[in-house]
């Protein structure tokens, strides 16, 4: 009966350590995306400065001017690289906080497990004492009546 008791505290605990441990690779995978998508933004970003920087070039060769139209073109272009790149950003940031949120969850799960086999194993050892009470209640009695 004792035994019981204790391999239910042995499975609480190892319900919490696990729970802990989800919680901890989720944090950690959601540090990993948010350093991905540092390096993704810094790549973007040279990217887009070089293919702007080849764009002048190509107009400054052919004799065009950075007026009008392909100032326009080249300004809006820029705009929507930016764009591109804050999408990427908020994108990475949900994904973050989703590993984060899940995380949680799996650590409060974890705890509630860990409390209901806790629970559990002290109801058991209670009902086991309570038994074996009534079962030496019993033999006593038997015991009285048959001397």
Known sequence: MFQQHQASQAAAKQAEYDAEYEAEVAENQAEQERL???EAEKIERSQTARRRAAQRAS????????EGTPLTMMTEQAGVDELNIQQGNLESRQRQANLRAGGQAALQSGKKRS?????AGNINLLTSVGRTAVQGYKDYKWWEANK
Do not use: D, F, Q
């Open 36 to 38: 991905n998508r540092a």
């Open 59 to 66: 107009y400054a060769k052919s004799g065009v001017l950075l």
């Open 115 to 119: 409390s209901a086999l806790k629970r």
